[in-house]
Structure formats: C-alpha cells, structure tokens
C-alpha cells in the first residue's frame, strides 16, 4: 500500500519512540491475525472436502462413510471457528437463534455416529447424514451474504442455465 493511500485511509499507529508509521500497524496486524486464520479456514475446508470425496466413495459401507462423511463436516466446523475465532464461533453457535440448529447438527452427529458404528444401521446412517448435510448448509448459508437469496437466485440461475444444456 502506497504511503498516499494510508494517509487517505488514515492509517497511522505510532511505535515505541513516538514516531509516527503510516499503516505499518494495520498491515502488522492484519499479517499476524488475517492471513493465518484464512490458511487455517482453507486448509479445513480442503481437508472436509478429502473426507467429503471419501464419504462419496465408501457410500455402501455405512460405517466407513460415517466416520468420513461427519469428520469432515467437523472439518467445516472447525474452519468456522478458526475464521471467526472459537470464542466467537462458541457465542455464534449458542446464541438464541442459533441454539436451535446447534442441536439439530450435533445430534445428527451423534446419531449418525450411532447408527453407522453401535448400530450398523445402513439406513439409519442415511438418514442422520441427510439431516447433518441440511444442518451444515444452514450454517453455512448464515454466512453468505444475503444468505438464502443469493443461494436461491444463484440456484435458479445454475437450473436455467443446466436447462438449456439439456437436449429438448
């Protein structure tokens, strides 16, 4: 960033002796605090998406898809939570509004863990990771903006545009 457009932004911080560095702070802190959570967040995301892309592949064999398919929605959780920070996510994900969904997914969690390796319920496995899936996508669309709009104009798009793709 040019020393112009700091001090167009205002962005001073002065150090130890007094002197006055123009943006040297901000760009400091946002290096140390940004750019970690933001590898952070990629790297679980890329490893929910390993997990995802196992899940997919041992599909017939429940507790095998399971155990991948819930690590890696963990994973997604994570990521959130190394993003925002865990006490923010930890207040996010306790707050009145959000209390409901928190309960949903855990325990399409806990119940998919249950069924896939107490049980071995095929089925029940099924089941408690469609209910995991609709809870993930949930959360995550709270933090798109403008949320379920934007998914839902961008669906209609993605359908008109996969309609005229298809032979009449």
């Known amino acids: 960033m040019s020393g112009r457009m ?48 196992v899940a997919f592949l041992t599909m017939l064999r429940p507790s095998k898809f399971a155990l991948a398919f819930s690590l890696g929605s963990l994973l997604v959780m994570i990521g959130f939570s190394v993003l925002i920070g865990p006490i923010n996510h930890l207040k996010h994900l306790v707050s009145k509004e959000r209390l409901p969904f928190t309960f949903v997914y855990f325990g399409s969690l806990g119940l998919t863990l249950y069924f896939s390796l107490g049980l071995h319920s095929f089925f029940g496995s099924l089941i408690g990771a469609i209910v995991q899936v609709i809870a993930l996508v949930a959360y995550v669309l709270a933090y798109f903006p403008g949320g379920t709009q934007t998914l839902r104009m961008g669906g209609s798009l993605a359908l008109r545009g996969a309609g005229s793709l298809l032979p009449r």
């Open 6 to 53: 700091k001090r167009r932004l205002g962005l001073r911080c002065r150090d130890g002796r007094g002197s006055v560095h123009l943006g040297t702070c901000l760009e400091r802190d946002l290096l140390s605090t940004l750019l970690p959570r933001l590898l952070g967040f990629g790297a679980c995301l890329i490893g929910a998406t390993v997990c995802f892309f």
